[in-house]
């Protein structure tokens, strides 16, 4: 495991030059990439959401593109269109710039669901149908969205179908008052993202995936145990609809990537539990009753990790 703890470490670093004092968001972030799963940041203006995802791309060396979504923007803006060429008389496709490695739709509760819908397919299926032609998507593909949890007028909530296909669901909070002041040390005459260079490349980040999903060991006692949390948000009282089994492969899947990065090639309790809020939180609904009573898909997926045992593990396989 010693690569993929080199490769994420290269990565960490370089992100934490223009991301101050934010490990752990990174760092699942980082997971989240290497799963090649998508992100999701909720988080009010100005933390550096955007910042983040620009710096993730250039310290892999990837394609990113960048889409603001208002209510105006349309599916086509997004995947692109068949355009007639004149000149060959044909009809000739413009691809939109979800085609790229790294997207950042930002905002992107401020699209009209049609065009939200445009996503859906690219991630989850890793292609597009355009005219009835089928586009694959580049390998890797990774869509981080933000949206401002507080601001909600002229906002379309995301549908559950949408939130399901996001592997996780972060928030970076405000800095700390020490880190704030080396944010403002740091760009007192240039932005240091200007300044970070590609540390790894995506050949190293496409044999990370397959490496960690072949040989990070996950106990049965641990799949039980991720079952079992899953399967505890379905049965809630102040639970309308649960998290799906793409919430267990979640749970699974970065499970292991964080066993690997901390130099393990077996999962432990701690890795899944540490993986519950960002993995099953967002996947979650409340009932209305539960909403009245201001309890949030948070606080419910605290309680089940309080009261869910946590198995003894069997050790690594011989």
Known sequence: MQSVQNFAAKVLENVEKVVV???????????????????????????GKTVLAKAIAKSIGCTFKRIQFTPDLLPSDVTGSSIYSQKTGEFEFRPGPILAQIVLADEINRATPKTQSALLECMEERQMSVDGVTHRMPVPFL??????????????????????????RISLGYPRKIDELTVLERQQVTHPIDQIDQV??????????????????????????????????RAHNDVYLGASPRGSIALFRTSQFRAAMRGRDYVIPDDVKALVQPTLAHRIIVSPSARIRNVGASAVAAEILDTVPVPGTAGKRK
């Open 200 to 233: 790894v490349g995506v050949d190293d980040l496409v044999r990370i995936h397959d490496m960690v999903k072949a040989s990070v060991y996950v106990d049965p006692l641990i799949r039980d145990y991720i079952v079992t949390l899953v399967e505890a948000t």
């Open 143 to 168: 869509v981080m969205a933000t949206q401002n949890p507080i601001e909600y007028e002229g906002t379309f909530p995301l549908p559950e179908a949408q939130l399901d296909r996001f592997l996780m």
């Open 21 to 47: 004092g934010k490990h752990e968001e990174v760092e699942l972030v980082v997971i989240a990439m290497c799963c090649q799963g998508h992100v999701l940041i909720e988080d009010v203006p100005g933390v």
